[in-house]
Structures are given as structure tokens and as C-alpha cells.
């Protein structure tokens, strides 16, 4: 088992030594990609994901090196945008 950060990018100097990983959400448009390089520099993997509303297709992933990057849209469908443009779905299902 792992432990990994997920969206908190000012403790990163005091937890990089215990996680294995990083998850954020909206580092690019939020413009605070850059403090998850830290990550890539410890060989540690960061997954980022961007929203995007409906059908809009305005998002981009972020240019840091070493991110593994998809675009979503915020209904979580399965729906999926990766960095080079392949759009794929995943077959979703509701549940209740």
C-alpha cells in the first residue's frame, strides 16, 4: 500500500519523504503546476487532472515534464481527454 498527496501543494516539503505519489487537480488553471515539480525531481509520479464543463474543450494540460495529465468533464462521465488529443469513454453506468 501507498500513500500518496492529493491537492495540497504548500505541504509538500514536509510530506515528500512519506508519500509515493501526488494527485492535483486544476494545477494549470490555477496556475500552481509548478510547485508539484518537486515530485518529478524525487523520481515520485504526479497525476493531474483538468475539468472542463460540458462540452466545452477549453482546458490544456499542463507543459511540466513528467506529469501524467488527462482532461475530465466536471459531471465525471467517461469522458476523457489525454495530452496528445485521443478522446475516449469509458462505458459509465448509474448506480441506485
Known sequence: ???GL???GD???????????SV???CGEL???KIYDKFIKAKKPVFNIEYIDGDARTAS??????????IKKMNLDGWIQLCDGTIATTVTTKSG
Open 6 to 8: 492529493k491537492n495540497a
Open 61 to 70: 494540460c499542463p507543459t511540466n515534464s513528467g506529469f501524467s495529465s488527462i
Open 24 to 26: 492535483n487537480e486544476q
Open 31 to 33: 496556475k500552481e503546476c
Open 1 to 3: 500500500m501507498s500513500m
Open 11 to 21: 505541504v509538500i516539503e514536509s510530506v515528500l519523504p512519506y508519500v509515493a505519489f
